[in-house]
């Protein structure tokens, strides 16, 4: 992870210095045409249950594709979130216990527009930056200060926030969306996209996401602190 824009931008130039035949240029004078934004999970031996359970989600807008041995990812035409097993991408034992949260920007418009600046720099990214577009993706995906819950939990939670009733219909509509998409769900039960998307939205107001994990235990929610 870069501690410090500046001082990675002054490493990098002194390592351009040494690459034979490399014209002498400033990294901090490039302009953008591609950024990541990344952070690293410390969830110990919980890496494989976030991504399990985050490739269930839904990201407005994206398409998303789960792959059980890679990773969880979120995907449009310029733009990617993944959540991943950085031990398991790597081979190295000091990434034990990170899931691995990365944006990527594609193309230049798209950079500029994300950073705010014509020309961008790696001079106009920082951390307070990084942590609003990481905790923005976690917010789209209502994981933002979310637990994810087992069923016990996640039936308990729903039922004192609206009664027995109503709390199992809201945790049955859950379990359904695990298993099938919101287009087939509205279409099998007759409701307007619309509706049941009001519907889904009453299960994150009672404070959990709209996953699950199989441990005995809920997952605790990401944080992001740069």
Known sequence: MIGSVDGTIKMGNLILELVPNTPKIDLAE???IRIDFCYNHQVGD??????KAIGCLDYPHRRTKYHRYEGAEFRSKHKTTKFYNKERETGLPDAAGILRQELTVLRGSNVAKQLGKKNPTLLDVN????AFYLKTDLDRL???DAPI?????ALKALCNQYG???GIYYFGLLTSRLQKSKKRIARESDLHPRSLDRRLRKIVDSKIALTLTDRSEPLPPLEINL
């Open 30 to 32: 490039g302009i953008l």
């Open 46 to 51: 919980l890496v494989d249950d976030y991504v």
């Open 127 to 130: 951390k307070d930056l990084a």
């Open 142 to 144: 209502k994981l933002l």
């Open 149 to 153: 819950a087992n069923q016990d939990t």
């Open 164 to 166: 027995s009733e109503a």
